[in-house]
């Protein structure tokens, strides 16, 4: 049946073929083009990206902004101008990423066709309106590092056992990080969101809805030729579903992760991050060892740090301090920690860290050695990586309790 949205896609289409060669005022470099990091051509040994099945026959085009269906006439477009031509700034990011990346402009044109605007999408993104909320620590990881979460963990881990061996020799990532991980990004596969990538991804590239954070819109406009060219090359599908950010599968990798770092864990020819937990626990291995991860050092230093251990933090992402300087500053090693296979975190750079308690105006100090840093590369976020540390130490913690009663069955784990 012919709707409206096949008609504004044949209009957009027609649109850019007609008119695309002179479109003015083009971008000076369209985000995510860096052609070594994202090949235009697939050859035979390249394994397919697959993220999860398409949606339902016919959902596609009814699936609305706010998650529930809405007649088509009522879709709101992403790349459209008012006379329902596709915009002068989207055209420009067509030509710029077919040119850069030898990918067809037709094709990235019809694809970008079906885009819809998600006001649900730029209100979730946008920085929250009224007063500031004070950050807390407690609460963060109350939600994370939590009985249910932890239950779930020991049971992915049971049930993936030798692709989390695996990833633990090839990389050097320990199982319980991997599994720490896949818990606080999407339940083990249970939340990995419901929105059409392709929707969130052409919102917030093309109106991303805090105009003062330029550099964000840039971003996913990056992101978003990522996806474009992993559909191009027949690696992921139109329709993929993620979260409102456009992150996909059990890891929740952006397109860009996943051109660079997903990996084929099963040998089945697809990368599936979504239906596939090998795929996903080697890609988050692989990610992690990419972005600075030491095979064999700790999280987090065992160190006392002085009592104004606030003024040792510098709030960046790399380690800056020597193990010599803290202890200048006044820093000694925890009385409970190994003499011996403990030491090697002394030879590596450290950096001291503070989880605030805002309200009440105090704050926890750690000190974190660069397997910290590694996992704030997956989220900006101090307290995104200890909290995956804390799960992890914890899913750990009952592992080696059921290990050491085998003959007892553990606690029923609740699916």
Known sequence: MFTCRH?????LLTALLTGCSTAQNRP???????????PAAVDAATPRIRIGPPPDQGSASTIGSEGGAVPDDQQISAVAAPDGRMRADVQA?????????GLPADRLASALAGARYSPTVARLIAPPPG???SRSWITYRARVVEPKRIGWGVAFWQENADALNQAAQRFGVPPAIIVGIIGVETLYGRNMGSFRVLDA?????????????????????????????????GRLDLETLGSYAGAIGMPQFMPGSILRYALDGDGSGHIDLANHPRDAILSVGNFLVEHGWERGRPVFAP??????????????????????QLQAAGATV?????????????QGMLGVIDLPEEAAGTAEYRTATVNFFALT?????????TSVADLAAAIQARMNAVAARPDQPDAPVQR
Not at 213 to 224: C, G, H, K, T, V
Not at 334 to 346: E, K, L
Not at 377 to 385: D, L, M, P
């Open 303 to 324: 160190v006392v740090l002085p009592p104004d251990a606030g003024r040792l933090v510098d709030g960046g992402l790399a380690p800056t301090r020597t193990w010599p």
């Open 334 to 346: 925890s009385p409970t920690a190994m003499t011996v296979a403990d030491n090697g975190w002394q």
């Open 131 to 133: 007063r500031k909320i």
């Open 28 to 38: 000076d470099r369209a985000a995510g083009t860096d052609q070594a990091q994202a």
């Open 201 to 233: 991804l052409s919102t917030l590239a093309f109106d991303y809805p805090d105009p003062a954070r330029p550099e964000r819109a840039q971003m996913f406009r990056s992101q978003l030729a990522d996806f474009l060219t992993l559909v191009m090359q």
């Open 7 to 11: 008609l504004l896609q044949l209009v």
């Open 93 to 101: 990011f067509v030509q710029q990423l077919a040119a850069e990346r």
């Open 377 to 385: 590369q997956y989220n900006h976020s101090y307290f995104y990586a």
